[in-house]
Nanobody, 124 residues
Framework: QLQASGGGLVQTGGSLRLSCAAS????????MAWFRQAPGKEREFVAF????????YYTDSLKGRFTISRDNAKNSVSLQMNSLKPEDTAVYYC???????????????????WGQGTLVTVSS
C-alpha cells in the first residue's frame, strides 16, 4: 500500500527527491514519515508530517537539508534531500500511521504501514 521511489546514486553535495505513493486506503488524513537504515545500523527517524495541518518534524541533524511534504490529493509524500553526505547513505522507508495523533512521531513502532524502501547511496 506504500510504494517508495526516487533513490539512487548521487555525489556528495547532490540532491535527491524521494516519493512515496499510497494506495488502498485513504492516507490523506493520517500522519506519515520517513525513516532510514544505514548498513549495520538500526532504523532511525528522518522526518514526519501530520495529516491535514502538514506539521513537520525532523531529526535535528537533518534540519535545513531535508524537507518533507505531502500531496493529499495524490495520496503521496515526498522527501527532498539536499547537500547530501556519505553518511546519508541508507535505505529510506516511508511509513504511515493508522491514527491521527502526532505524539511519539519518532517511534517506528507507532507506524502501521511501511513501504519497501529505496536505496540512497552518496559517494564521496
Amino acid at each position: 500500500q506504500l510504494q517508495a521511489s526516487g533513490g539512487g546514486l548521487v555525489q556528495t553535495g547532490g540532491s535527491l527527491r524521494l516519493s512515496c505513493a499510497a494506495s488502498g486506503r485513504i492516507f490523506s488524513s493520517y500522519p506519515m514519515a520517513w525513516f532510514r537504515q544505514a548498513p549495520g545500523k538500526e532504523r532511525e527517524f528522518v522526518a514526519f508530517i501530520s495529516g491535514s495541518e502538514g506539521t513537520t518534524y525532523y531529526t535535528d541533524s537533518l534540519k535545513g537539508r531535508f524537507t518533507i511534504s505531502r500531496d493529499n490529493a495524490k495520496n503521496s509524500v515526498s522527501l527532498q534531500m539536499n547537500s547530501l553526505k556519505p553518511e546519508d547513505t541508507a535505505v529510506y522507508y516511508c511509513a504511515a500511521r493508522a491514527y491521527l495523533h502526532t505524539d511519539n512521531y519518532y517511534n517506528q513502532h507507532t507506524y502501521a504501514y511501511w513501504g519497501q524502501g529505496t536505496l540512497v547511496t552518496v559517494s564521496s
